[in-house]
């Protein structure tokens, strides 16, 4: 059983278009990030939301926490070809830094 | 912000040999590390967390004697893929936290074993 539903699995849009990436969840997390991962490399953290309700912005990216800690929400504005990435919401219980990841989203940016 | 690192970026073997992965926190110090596994296109599955100085901790379905973890000092942990076949094929991670909350990912392993 996926803990940590995310959808779409795969999107493909052009530059300059919007979208959002949504990551459910039944259980309640203490935290949830959103990392960005380019092929063959790590993850590189993007942002840690831990407040219900908490909207972080960063630049062209909107991140939303769900009020009851389910669920949370990556908005990108204006997308641009450098976003293309694999978009991973990973939702933490407790302070032991062990995460449990969504399955991805594929985000594809076309010039 | 903190490093880790790991060792080798690609690795190629034959099947049947066993393979050795580092994971290094390069400017702190780590007392738990984790060891995740990528296929093509999805995401990260956990396979252990390892702690310094004790038995790692497996998730359930990985083979504890297949995927050996040592983590012998504050800041490395290695993972061995013992008697490697072409099904182990893919991509290691490994994460480290410095106890600020945020994890630091590797930049990952890709194993290829022919």
């Known amino acids: 059983t996926q803990l940590l539903e995310q959808s779409p699995q795969f999107l493909s849009i052009q530059e300059g278009e919007n979208l959002t990436v949504y990551c459910n969840s039944s259980?309640?997390?203490?935290?949830l990030q959103w990392y960005r991962q380019e092929p063959g490399e790590g993850p590189v953290l993007l942002v840690t939301v831990v407040t219900g309700g908490e909207v972080k912005k960063l630049k062209r990216l909107t991140f939303q926490f769900g009020d009851a800690r389910k669920d949370s929400s990556l908005h990108i504005t204006a997308a641009q070809p450098g976003d293309t990435g694999l978009y991973l919401c990973?939702?933490?219980?407790?302070?032991?830094?062990?995460?449990?990841f969504g399955k991805g989203t594929l985000l594809t940016v076309n010039p | 912000g903190a490093v880790v690192s790991q060792h080798p970026s690609r690795v190629i073997c034959k099947s049947g040999t066993s393979v050795k992965i580092e994971c290094r926190s390069l400017d702190f110090q780590a007392t738990t590390m984790f060891w995740y596994r990528q296929f093509p296109k999805q995401s990260l599955m956990l396979m252990a967390t390892s702690n310094e100085g004790s038995k790692a901790t497996y998730e359930q379905g990985v083979e504890k004697d297949k995927f050996l973890i040592n983590h012998a000092s504050l800041t490395l942990s290695t993972l061995t893929v013992t008697s490697a076949h072409p099904e182990d094929s893919s991509f290691y991670i490994c994460?480290?936290?410095?106890?600020?909350?945020?994890?630091?990912f590797g930049e990952g392993s890709r194993l290829t074993v022919l």
């Open positions: 994460s480290a936290s410095e106890g600020t909350g945020e994890l630091f």
């Open positions: 259980s309640v997390f203490s935290s």
């Open positions: 990973a939702g933490a219980k407790g302070s032991n830094y062990k995460l449990t």
